[in-house]
């Protein structure tokens, strides 16, 4: 567990991640992450949810619809 400060970044507050958060989600400076608020505190991921979803609703299509994306992409 660590402890993070919140900072004062430019007209917002932000929080400092150390190195090891960092390397263990695959972070660098630039990337996205995503925060979510659960029941249990903040949940923070660098993946989207939202994509999740949409890669969900693709997988139903391509079952239903194999045999024409197969002559498509020919």
């Known amino acids: 567990m660590h402890t993070l400060k919140l900072r ?5 507050v932000g929080v400092i991640l150390p190195k ?6 695959h972070l660098s400076e630039g990337d996205q992450i995503f925060a979510d608020a659960t ?4 949940q ?7 994509f999740e979803a ?3 609703a693709f997988g139903r299509t391509r079952k ?7 002559q498509l992409a020919k």
């Open 8 to 12: 004062k970044i430019g007209s917002s």
């Open 20 to 25: 090891e958060m960092l390397e263990a989600l």
């Open 39 to 42: 029941q249990d505190g903040l």
């Open 44 to 50: 923070l991921t660098p993946y989207d949810p939202e």
């Open 54 to 56: 949409a890669m969900e």
């Open 64 to 70: 239903k619809y194999r045999n024409a994306l197969r």
